[in-house]
């Protein structure tokens, strides 16, 4: 057979999609690769409109037996990986791998969440260190619980807050009830990102210059490049 009539005859026999999360995952699942490898076997067939494969068709493209992918198949019954469901005809049955993509989905909202988790307890970490270092002393028990009720009853964003220290820094007025009248201000005026608040503040400040603050505008400003980062 020629070079090309192979390659032809290679593409016409068609090629499955296996999902990445599952090469990916399969082990959190407890699976075994011959397991895997299974439920990789029962895909094909069913890819190629053949459901309900045999247990000798299964073992023909594996190296186990017909006995022994009857008994993994028990297995991954029991274990909710494959359920045999029965079709409208009398006597037809089909594999289906429902339960398998239900658990894959259940895990990645599961990796999903902890991640998501993590991430806000990294920020919220971050946002105190700021405080900190701005105010340039441990927080008290109130103005830490200050700082949670904005997180958690508020639901300020934790980037917006970080701006709302920058509006009291540079305005001179570091305290707590400053920030949380900023806060409350944006707030509501609909001010959920950071280039909002700059420009809001900005737009503010502007608005609130004198002619003698322009004058002693050659002043060197601080500047604060935690939060541009």
């Known amino acids: 057979m020629e070079e090309k009539e192979l390659l032809i005859e290679w593409m016409d026999k068609g090629m499955i999609s296996i999902p990445q999360v599952l090469l990916t995952h399969y082990k959190e699942l ?15 067939f069913k890819q190629k409109g053949q459901h309900f494969p045999t247990f000798e068709e299964l073992s023909a493209h594996m190296t186990i037996t017909a006995s022994e992918c009857s008994i993994l198949i028990k297995k991954l ?7 045999i469901e029965e079709g409208d005809a009398l006597g037809f049955e089909s594999y289906s791998l429902k339960p398998l993509w239900k658990k894959l989905a259940d895990f990645m909202i599961q990796e999903s969440r902890q991640s998501a988790l993590h991430q806000t307890l990294s920020e919220e970490k971050d946002l105190y260190t700021c405080f900190e270092q701005e105010f340039g002393r441990p927080l008290s028990p109130l103005e830490c619980e200050t700082l949670s009720i904005w997180i958690d009853q508020d639901h300020h964003d934790a980037v917006i807050i970080k701006a709302a220290l920058r509006e009291a820094v540079i305005s001179g007025k570091l305290n707590f009830r ?28 502007k608005g609130q210059t004198t002619p003698e603050q322009v004058r002693r505008s050659d002043k060197a400003v601080p500047f604060y ?4 980062q």
Do not use: C, H, P
């Open 30 to 44: 407890r699976l075994t690769e011959t397991e895997l490898v299974l439920l990789l076997q029962i895909f094909s």
């Open 178 to 205: 400053y920030i949380d009248r900023i806060l409350f201000e944006w707030k509501k005026k609909g001010i959920e990102t950071l280039d909002q608040a700059r420009e809001y503040g900005q737009r503010f400040r």
């Open 225 to 228: 490049n935690w939060l541009e």
């Open 77 to 83: 019954i029991q274990q909710q990986m494959l359920i």
